[in-house]
T-cell receptor
Framework: ETGVTQSPTHLIKTRGQQVTLRCSSQ?????VSWYQQALGQGPQFIFQ???????GRGNFPPRFSGLQFPNYSSELNVNALELDDSALYLC????????????FGEGSRLTVL | GEDVEQSLFLSVREGDSSVINCTYT??????LYWYKQEPGAGLQLLTY???NMDMKQDQRLTVLLNKKDKHLSLRIADTQTGDSAIYFC????????????WGLGTSLAVNP
């Protein structure tokens, strides 16, 4: 039990649509990061938020965007969905500093048809 | 460059020891992690090691770090069927807002 919850657990969208994935972090964890994990791959870093501002980004286009809220929840938004966006999207929270241990949610599995 | 490499598959018998290996390229990495992912589940931190350590032991888990060769290993003693999962090695990059760089994962199969 990591204290990180994600919703929805599964969803299906069609190409061109938009999707919002949600994450609720542990209280006091002021850093949240999002990862994309395609089938058979390791997680790929999308971006990280600290105190409601983006402070790191991986090699993902601008149609991937996010928000972090004061109540330790966050969102990942993806516009103009493409077939290759089908993946497990993982949210992870951590305390800034320290060992950098990430506490992961169970993920949201997105299928784009 | 950023690259973490692992062998993709490992098969062991129940009760044997498992050794999962990982190599990384960023010599400035501060922490190295081992995560476990069971089918359909998220990632669970197993253990981590700070870069100035050579070894860390935690119950059945032993992590060895060879910083000169940039080689990390995870040994699981007395492997059980419940240890069957994918094991990911990750390094923490101090430069790029401390994001984690991940390997592709090693799928461990434990045979009765």
């Amino acid at each position: 039990e990591t204290g990180v919850t994600q919703s929805p657990t599964h969803l299906i969208k069609t190409r061109g649509q938009q999707v919002t994935l949600r994450c609720s972090s542990q209280s006091g964890h002021n850093t949240v990061s999002w990862y994309q994990q395609a089938l058979g791959q390791g997680p790929q870093f999308i971006f990280q938020y600290y105190r409601e501002e983006e402070n790191g980004r991986g090699n993902f286009p601008p149609r991937f965007s996010g928000l972090q809220f004061p109540n330790y929840s966050s969102e990942l938004n993806v516009n103009a969905l493409e077939l290759d966006d089908s993946a497990l999207y993982l949210c992870a929270s951590t305390l800034a500093g320290g060992t950098g241990e990430l506490f992961f949610g169970e993920g949201s599995r997105l299928t784009v048809l | 460059g950023e690259d973490v490499e692992q062998s993709l598959f490992l098969s062991v018998r129940e009760g044997d020891s498992s050794v999962i290996n990982c190599t990384y390229t960023d010599s400035s990495s501060t922490y190295l992690y081992w995560y476990k992912q069971e089918p359909g589940a998220g990632l669970q931190l197993l253990t981590y090691i700070f870069s100035n350590m050579d070894m860390k032991q935690d119950q059945r888990l032993t992590v060895l770090l060879n910083k000169k060769d940039k080689h990390l290993s995870l040994r699981i003693a007395d492997t059980q069927t419940g240890d069957s999962a994918i094991y990911f090695c990750a390094e923490r990059n101090p430069g790029n807002n401390r994001k984690l760089i991940w390997g592709l994962g090693t799928s461990l199969a434990v045979n009765p």
